[in-house]
Nanobody, 132 residues
Framework: VQLVESGGSLVQAGGSLRLSCAAS????????VGWFRQAPGKEREGVSC????????YYADSVKGRFTISSDNAKNTVYLQMNTLKPEDTAVYYC??????????????????????????WGQGTQVTVSS
């Protein structure tokens, strides 16, 4: 089982990036997939998650309206399209997959927080740096 993120880069404020999370060893259709980020000295923050099987998504307030999560089951890849990037979006971005699909999505929607401890598999992360 492996998750591999890609797409991180240095970009100016106001710019866009698309992150990819490719899975091997399992199919995303059976999992909820989330994007988290962690900046130096800060706690891990759940950004967005998706259930392809249930057709549901969640976005943190900090990215709502700017980020879009999507999945391509044929490629077993989840994407995070990030527009209108801000310097405060600078962080290492991780994707993670969890088997408790319904719980992960509904808990995030209800609580406004993604429960990172309930995700089973994690990628190695990709750096996103937004310059002002």
């Amino acid at each position: 089982v492996q998750l591999v993120e890609s797409g991180g880069s240095l970009v100016q404020a106001g710019g866009s990036l698309r992150l990819s999370c490719a899975a091997s060893g399992f199919t995303f259709d059976d999992y909820a997939v989330g994007w988290f980020r962690q900046a130096p000295g800060k706690e891990r923050e759940g950004v967005s998650c998706i259930s392809a099987s249930e057709g549901t998504t969640y976005y943190a307030d900090s990215v709502k309206g700017r980020f879009t999560i999507s999945s391509d089951n044929a490629k077993n890849t989840v994407y995070l399209q990030m527009n209108t990037l801000k310097p405060e979006d600078t962080a290492v971005y991780y994707c993670a997959a969890g088997s408790q699909v319904h719980k992960l999505i509904t808990t995030a929607q209800a609580m406004g927080v993604m429960a990172w401890a309930d995700y089973d598999y994690w990628g190695q992360g990709t750096q996103v740096t937004v310059s002002s």
